[in-house]
């Protein structure tokens, strides 16, 4: 082993301190000093310095908090003063209640100045300190004694390894709670899921689940925070007299404590601060179940004590509840706008969040099978933050044995065209979408979408208007329109009728590959669509073609041929092509090209200024033929389109003998094959 230069040790010293520095800053005071970047980069500088000179690392090293792969035994750790629980208050009445008891023990009759804090939904945890250095860490257990979790509470970042500044007592314990803020929940149950594991059910679950963790480098994983909520010290004269200035000193210590903490003088400002923090719940950036009202002065809590196993000087007014257990009465099946097919659980109403709720998401036919929900089950159901309530878990033991197991139906509840599930897909969909009603508005707005048929004038506004005035369900319907029809609508005027109805008009005779986008098959986007119409030619070719004709065509796959069979299988569909055809509609027919396009495989360059088209659209109807449009020209250019006012692009295909079209040229070409 190579002993470190000084240099080494010095940088290994100023490495550790301004990664300390930046972790307080980001944990504690909630404001980064460098990005992200910068802060990895230095920690791996330290790591290979400590790679390459073990004897440089140290206990309190920001390096040690990625854990170890040793298992923890999480022996038993009996608690110095035992870790209280705290009374609960579920009505202004009982917070009332708290305070003149409070009052009368005290013997006051002015208003308690009490300190407000948010309380957390996680686990509480006691951390020691000696001579400033982390030494152990603990769980709550029974009050009286819990496990030792020293391991994993180093990983967790907002937990200093050593406490910040001078005249630090020689024994200090903080006391707080680990959680798990609702970012770092998403993503790590999507991480689970991705992984095919179990995911945790909340926050609190996930926070508990990783701390019981054996390895710590897992834990080191889990995006864990610490809160501080109280101190103790060897000698009580080394702290403040209030908890307010005593968490402050904690705060200067290198906890975090929270950002929502404040003061109240008397019960009507607790309850103040009890209803502006319920207003913020659920955009906090994680989970409370309540706020915590304390004593401030510390000596009045002395005067206060105990009784049984809660402190007379501490209440905990709660929250509704966002988990509660109901019953699915039954699962019922609804139609998105684009024809996802989305299983709703109804159930008994219960109270949750803040809300009755009687309806919960399902999500789709495999989330069922993860919960593996039935009807008839009891099930926990969770609102929490985001407004859209959600099954989170069954419990089994509650099941009835009359319970029904969850079918996805084989027609669409709203039109009754077949549901198609795609392998390999979560999602299953009706394939009824010229037709459903359910995805009617969003048809017609594709249909006349720019890139579909283009109808200026039919947006999402008078789509709307159309299909909720009835006048319009099928985008067949739109042909049948007048002037008068639409004149009857408020706020159309007598000009913007004339253009849309002309608009409408103008749209009678697409070409076929835009007819054919615009029906708006899943998946089947714009160059898909002109495949198949350069392939089939015709749009019954298209709807007669099977499987294996389908697939012979580039850019469509098993999943692309599976949508177009089915769409072309539903008779709605089939009706409301047929009374497209009635209403004057005559899609285009095309030459048929048969995948062999007649400029695969060659590049193409466009220079100079075209007058008939933009550069635009000349590379789309070089691109439909199959060509590739590149900006320089090579010795492998097939083809150099020359406009007006060429330049070095002509001169280079010159030099190198590539052939060269003028605009004229190219309209002809394009002429040929029906694309001007
Ligand atoms: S004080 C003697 N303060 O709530 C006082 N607890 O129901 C004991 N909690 O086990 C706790 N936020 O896990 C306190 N600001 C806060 C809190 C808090 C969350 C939890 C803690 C405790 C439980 C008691």
Not at 217 to 238: K, Q
Request: proline share 4%.
């Amino acid at each position: 082993m190579s002993k470190p230069s000084a240099g080494s040790v010095k940088r290994a010293e100023e490495l550790r301190s301004a990664l300390d520095e930046h972790n307080y800053q980001y944990y504690v005071l909630d404001d980064p000093g460098i990005p992200d970047a910068e802060y990895d980069r230095l920690f791996r500088e330290l790591q290979k310095l400590e790679t390459e000179y073990p004897q440089l690392v140290s206990d309190d090293s920001p390096t040690r908090r990625v854990g170890s792969t040793a298992e923890t035994s999480f022996d038993e750790v009996v608690h110095r003063l035992p870790m209280l629980s705290l009374d609960n208050a579920f009505s202004e009445e009982e917070l009332r209640d708290f305070d003149r008891r409070v009052r009368e023990r005290l013997g006051s009759d002015n208003d308690i100045e009490y300190v407000c804090e948010p309380k957390l939904d996680g686990l509480a945890v006691s951390v020691h300190y000696e001579q400033g250095l982390l030494v152990r860490a603990a769980t709550r257990g029974d009050g009286y004694a819990g496990e030792d979790i020293t391991a994993n509470i180093r990983t967790i970042p907002s937990v200093p390894l050593r406490i910040r500044g001078r005249d630090v007592p020689d024994l200090v314990e903080v006391r707080g709670e680990v959680y798990m803020p609702r970012a770092g929940f998403e993503a790590l149950n999507n991480r689970l899921e991705n992984h095919g594991d179990k995911t945790f059910v909340n926050p609190r679950n996930a926070a508990a689940g990783s701390l019981r963790q054996k390895k710590s480098t897992v834990t080191a994983r889990r995006p864990l925070e610490m809160c501080a909520y109280s101190v103790a010290v060897t000698d009580d004269s080394l702290l403040p007299d209030t908890q307010w200035e005593s968490l402050q000193q904690v705060r200067q210590w290198g906890f975090r404590i929270n950002p929502e903490m404040r003061k109240a003088l008397g019960v009507s400002e607790c309850l103040a601060a009890y209803e502006e923090l319920m207003q913020k719940r659920d955009a906090l950036p994680y989970e409370i179940d309540g706020i915590v009202f304390k004593v401030n002065r510390l000596d009045y809590q002395a005067t206060l004590g105990f009784v049984s196993r809660a402190p007379r000087w501490a209440i905990a007014h709660k929250f509704p509840a966002q988990e509660e257990l109901t019953v699915i009465e039954d699962v019922e099946f609804q139609v998105g706008r684009t024809g996802a097919v989305t299983p709703v659980a109804r159930l008994k109403p219960v109270f949750v969040g803040g809300v009755t709720v009687s309806n919960a998401t399902l999500h789709n036919m495999d989330e069922i099978r993860r919960l593996d929900v039935r009807i008839g089950d009891t099930v926990f159901v969770r609102r929490a933050g985001d407004v859209i309530p959600k099954v989170v878990k069954v419990v089994i033991e509650k099941r009835p044995k009359t319970a029904k197991s969850v079918v996805l139906p084989k027609q669409c509840p709203v039109c009754d065209s077949d549901v198609i599930q795609i392998e390999g897909e979560v999602v299953a969909r009706c394939s009824g979408g010229l037709f459903c009603p359910a995805q009617r508005k969003e048809a017609i707005r594709h249909y006349a979408s720019r890139k579909a048929l283009d109808i200026e004038g039919l947006g999402d506004k008078w789509i709307d208007i159309l299909v909720d005035h009835a006048m319009v369900s099928t985008v067949a319907d739109i042909y049948h329109l007048t002037i008068k029809d639409l004149l009857r609508l408020e706020r159309m005027g007598e000009k913007s009728a004339s253009n849309l109805v002309a608009a409408i008009d103008r749209s009678r005779q697409p070409v076929l590959w835009r007819f054919l986008y615009a029906l708006g098959i899943r998946e089947v986007g714009e160059a898909t669509a002109k495949s198949l119409a350069s392939h089939f030619g015709s749009l019954e070719a298209v709807a007669e073609a099977d499987e294996e004709s389908l697939v012979a065509v580039q850019d469509v796959g098993p999943i692309v041929a599976g949508h177009i069979r089915s769409f072309f299988e539903q008779p709605h569909n089939l009706e409301t092509l047929d009374a497209l055809r009635d209403a004057g509609v005559k899609w285009q027919e095309e030459e048929i090209t048969a995948g062999a396009k007649p400029l695969q495989g060659q590049t193409w360059v466009l220079t100079g200024t075209l007058s008939e088209l933009t550069r635009d659209e000349a590379r789309e109807k070089l691109e439909t033929l199959g060509a590739k449009v590149a900006g320089s020209v090579s010795r492998k250019t097939a083809c150099v389109v020359a406009g007006e006012a060429a330049g070095s692009k002509l001169e280079k295909a010159e030099k190198l003998g590539v052939q060269v079209l003028d605009e004229q040229a190219l309209l002809e070409m394009l002429k040929e094959h029906e694309l001007f």
